[in-house]
């Protein structure tokens, strides 16, 4: 693929333009179903456990994990939804000029298509979306070269939209590539003099209200979806995402993880180590997360969570 001045396009910006775009059209996937009421709602648990996935989840994973298939055909995707059958006769496309009009650097003319792997969360947030809190619901698409984010597209479908608003000018869309940046949003630091911790929602536990209180925390924050969590940190409406529970994927956090890095924050396990993103790893996140805007930020983070909690974690 070339750029409008007719340049060939290395691999890794070919593939985030396309990420942007087609997470933009699941995004139109996402309000369709909610705004027709047809959720066709089922439960993936087998425990009893609360683990819904939709109609939606269903038709923004096929629309992404086509595409990608189709036009980069030596990826390594990994998707949250199983059995989800490929539109093998697709026929659109979907793109951002934006991206391909960045100039690259040496690293990435060298990125070979086999070298990456994909994770992606078609719908993050599902639960919230069953119950029509469509604020925190975002659409997770990250990359990794070998096993470390190198770019991230978290599209948020729902912001400033208008119900029954079919265009794809509704929902916004970040993105960044490691060493060119990020684009969609305005990174701001957090406020100063305070501590604003956003937690998990649905997994909380004795643990991680023992870690989130050990931070010393100003305010507390309990927030439904990790990608709009570390939205709130991206954009300084939070210093910290801590997850002090097993419950993460590496659908969660690697689109994440890729733009926070990029404005300069930080993103381990509980531990301080950080995730391996190949495509061979178990998707869980079992020793929980930590995403901080700065790394100063993290290390006190850190520093502070009893080694108790952190024992918890020591042979996940």
């Given at each position: 693929?070339?750029?409008?001045?007719?340049?060939?396009?290395?691999?890794?910006?070919?593939?985030?333009?396309?990420?942007?775009?087609?997470?933009?059209?699941?995004?139109?996937?996402?309000?369709?179903?909610?705004?027709?009421?047809?959720?066709?709602?089922?439960?993936?648990?087998?425990?009893?456990?609360?683990?819904?996935?939709?109609?939606?989840?269903?038709?923004?994973?096929?629309?992404i994990i086509s595409v990608l298939t189709r036009d980069f055909p030596k990826l390594k995707i990994v998707?949250?939804?199983?059995?989800?059958?490929?539109?093998?006769?697709?026929?659109?496309?979907?793109?951002?000029?934006?991206?391909?009009?960045?100039?690259?650097?040496?690293?990435?003319?060298?990125?070979?298509?086999?070298?990456?792997?994909?994770?992606?969360?078609?719908?993050?947030?599902t639960t919230e979306f069953t119950w029509g809190a469509v604020d925190h619901v975002t659409v997770l698409?990250?990359?990794?070269?070998?096993?470390?984010?190198?770019?991230?597209?978290?599209?948020?479908?729902?912001?400033?939209?208008?119900?029954?608003?079919?265009?794809?000018?509704?929902?916004?869309?970040?993105?960044?590539?490691?060493?060119?940046?990020?684009?969609?949003?305005?990174?701001?630091?957090?406020?100063?003099?305070?501590?604003?911790?956003?937690?998990?929602?649905?997994?909380?536990?004795?643990?991680?209200?023992?870690?989130?209180?050990?931070?010393?925390?100003?305010?507390?924050?309990?927030?439904?979806?990790?990608?709009?969590?570390?939205?709130?940190?991206?954009?300084?409406?939070?210093?910290?995402?801590?997850?002090?529970?097993?419950?993460?994927?590496?659908?969660?956090?690697?689109?994440?993880?890729?733009?926070?890095?990029?404005?300069?924050?930080?993103?381990?396990?509980?531990?301080?180590?950080?995730?391996?993103?190949?495509?061979?790893?178990h998707p869980m996140c079992s020793r929980g997360a930590i995403l901080a805007h700065t790394p100063t930020?993290?290390?006190?983070?850190?520093?502070?969570?009893?080694?108790?909690?952190?024992?918890?974690?020591?042979?996940?």
């Amino acid at each position: 693929m070339m750029n409008k001045e007719g340049i060939d396009m290395p691999v890794i910006l070919r593939l985030i333009s396309s990420c942007v775009g087609i997470s933009k059209e699941a995004g139109k996937i996402i309000r369709d179903i909610m705004y027709k009421g047809e959720l066709g709602v089922i439960q993936k648990g087998t425990g009893g456990e609360n683990d819904p996935q939709t109609e939606a989840d269903r038709q923004a994973q096929k629309l992404i994990i086509s595409v990608l298939t189709r036009d980069f055909p030596k990826l390594k995707i990994v998707g949250e939804e199983d059995d989800i059958k490929l539109e093998p006769n697709l026929t659109g496309n979907w793109i951002s000029e934006e991206i391909l009009s960045l100039k690259p650097t040496p690293e990435l003319e060298t990125i070979k298509e086999e070298e990456l792997t994909v994770w992606v969360d078609p719908l993050d947030g599902t639960t919230e979306f069953t119950w029509g809190a469509v604020d925190h619901v975002t659409v997770l698409i990250g990359v990794a070269y070998k096993d470390r984010p190198i770019g991230g597209v978290i599209h948020q479908p729902f912001y400033k939209a208008i119900k029954g608003d079919p265009n794809l000018s509704a929902g916004r869309t970040l993105w960044a590539i490691r060493g060119l940046g990020y684009g969609g949003f305005e990174a701001k630091s957090p406020p100063e003099n305070e501590l604003i911790i956003a937690g998990t929602k649905s997994h909380k536990s004795v643990t991680t209200q023992k870690a989130l209180e050990s931070t010393g925390a100003t305010t507390l924050i309990s927030h439904s979806g990790a990608g709009a969590k570390a939205m709130l940190v991206l954009e300084g409406k939070a210093h910290c995402y801590l997850h002090a529970s097993p419950g993460l994927k590496r659908w969660d956090t690697c689109a994440p993880e890729a733009i926070l890095t990029e404005i300069g924050g930080k993103v381990t396990d509980i531990l301080g180590d950080p995730y391996n993103y190949a495509a061979s790893v178990h998707p869980m996140c079992s020793r929980g997360a930590i995403l901080a805007h700065t790394p100063t930020i993290h290390a006190s983070i850190l520093s502070k969570l009893p080694d108790d909690v952190k024992d918890i974690f020591r042979n996940k």
